[in-house]
């Protein structure tokens, strides 16, 4: 083979690879006029070069501050944390997604029932969403039509009740709603109760039913949820008391029984007031656990022992900007994206797979009120 048909070859191959490692970037974002924002907006990630572009607007809705997108690929839904004209509660939203541009079209639009949507999920089988209403204190489930749209709630549930701290928990306040590995259950933080609230799922007919539930030292002010890989465990980061409970689940049941608690912050700044945690991820390697502390800003950095759960804080990397909201991994585990509500941004940061440290890797970009990110394979 002849050097110029090798070194062709080779180019072939190298592109090839590169696009193969190419991703959208959602990014939920409040819509006001600090913000600038008009919706949501998208960015191309390549995870073998680490380049992320400055973003473009991908569907025009108001303050749409959480997605999720379809285990087809083919959906996007939004929350619209706002009040919708003709409706009790806020706006849920489903797009359809464009290829290989990633733009989005509306689908349709249905209220969350509840004041204040702030978190949406679907299910595995993309048969159901659900809806966190964190000013109404509580849950709804949808289902999810064949075109992608959502039909209207076929389950409302208002949460009832209140905790210890009469300043932020004088009623309910449902933060998230995540499902289990096996898809049975869904599990709904709510913040003003201290509870997880637990859901038996239906896809077939997109209810939910009561469970049970578990609960969160008084005046935690549990917010969101995430699962460990291997399906033992799961944790939950509390806003309030700026801490993280690992609990472990048992699949067969359906319940959660708390094995520690742990604090997001270094042991010097425990006594600050005026911060709170927001999102919890887990690493697709199961060795670590992040959470976002806002006001701090900083992501702190857990390693976790595969064998019991139990959590260690290892570091709290700053989130070189202001109120750290939601951020999330790539699907390789080795970048993470932090959005950044007050300072209008978004950073990139490098994963060290050993030690699952974060170094920002000195790339960040401007995105209006950027409270949510989405990973997404470009096709």
């Known amino acids: 083979?002849?050097?110029?048909?090798?070194?062709?070859?080779?180019?072939?191959?190298?592109?090839?690879?590169?696009?193969?490692?190419?991703?959208?970037?959602?990014?939920?974002?409040?819509?006001?006029?600090?913000?600038?924002?008009?919706?949501?907006?998208?960015?191309?990630?390549?995870?073998?070069?680490?380049?992320?572009?400055?973003?473009?607007?991908?569907?025009?809705?108001?303050?749409?501050?959480?997605?999720?997108?379809?285990?087809?690929?083919?959906?996007?839904?939004?929350?619209?944390?706002?009040?919708?004209?003709?409706?009790?509660?806020?706006?849920?939203?489903?797009?359809?997604?464009?290829?290989?541009?990633g733009k989005l079209t509306l689908i349709n639009q249905v209220s969350s029932v509840g004041a204040g949507p702030c978190h949406i999920s679907v299910d595995k089988t993309g048969k159901m969403a659900m809806v966190a209403n964190y000013g109404g204190g509580s849950v709804a489930s949808y289902s999810i039509q064949d075109n992608g749209g959502l039909s209207e709630a076929q389950t409302f549930v208002q949460h009832e009740g209140s905790s210890v701290n009469l300043k932020r928990q004088a009623g309910p306040h449902a933060h998230s709603l995540n499902t289990s590995p096996d898809n049975r259950f869904g599990f709904a933080c709510d913040l003003g109760l201290d509870k997880v609230l637990i859901y038996k799922l239906d896809p077939t007919s997109g209810k939910m039913t009561a469970h049970g539930h578990a609960t969160v030292a008084p005046g935690s002010g549990p917010?969101?949820?995430?699962f460990h890989p291997s399906g033992k465990y799961a944790f939950v980061n509390n806003e309030i008391l700026m801490t993280v409970t690992t609990f472990a689940y048992d699949a067969e049941k359906g319940t959660l029984t708390e094995i520690a608690t742990v604090s997001t912050l270094p042991e010097a700044d425990r006594s600050k007031t005026g911060l709170s945690t927001a999102e919890t991820v887990a690493h697709?390697?199961?060795?670590?656990?992040?959470?976002?502390?806002?006001?701090?800003?900083?992501?702190?950095?857990?390693?976790?022992?595969?064998?019991?759960?139990?959590?260690?804080?290892?570091?709290?990397?700053?989130?070189?900007?202001?109120?750290?909201?939601?951020?999330?991994?790539?699907?390789?585990?080795?970048?993470?994206?932090?959005?950044?509500?007050?300072?209008?941004?978004?950073?990139?940061?490098?994963?060290?797979?050993?030690?699952?440290?974060?170094?920002?890797?000195?790339?960040?970009?401007?995105?209006?009120?950027?409270?949510?990110?989405?990973?997404l394979a470009v096709e």
């Not at 300072?343 to 440290?357: I, Y």
């Open 1 to 101: 083979m002849s050097r110029a048909i090798t070194t062709l070859l080779a180019a072939v191959l190298t592109t090839s690879a590169i696009a193969g490692d190419s991703y959208h970037v959602y990014f939920g974002c409040y819509t006001n006029a600090k913000s600038g924002s008009k919706g949501i907006h998208i960015s191309k990630f390549n995870t073998a070069t680490g380049d992320l572009s400055e973003p473009d607007l991908a569907a025009e809705t108001g303050s749409p501050s959480f997605l999720a997108i379809h285990p087809s690929k083919k959906y996007l839904y939004a929350v619209g944390e706002m009040g919708t004209p003709g409706q009790k509660g806020g706006g849920v939203s489903a797009f359809k997604i464009s290829q290989p541009d």
């Open 223 to 226: 917010r969101h949820f995430a």
């Open 284 to 375: 697709p390697n199961g060795k670590f656990v992040y959470v976002s502390n806002r006001t701090h800003d900083t992501i702190a950095v857990f390693s976790c022992d595969p064998a019991t759960g139990k959590l260690t804080l290892i570091q709290n990397a700053p989130a070189e900007g202001e109120i750290p909201r939601n951020f999330n991994l790539d699907p390789t585990g080795k970048w993470m994206i932090v959005a950044h509500q007050n300072s209008n941004t978004a950073a990139l940061f490098k994963v060290d797979q050993d030690s699952g440290k974060l170094s920002f890797t000195g790339k960040k970009i401007k995105v209006g009120g950027s409270v949510c990110v989405r990973f």
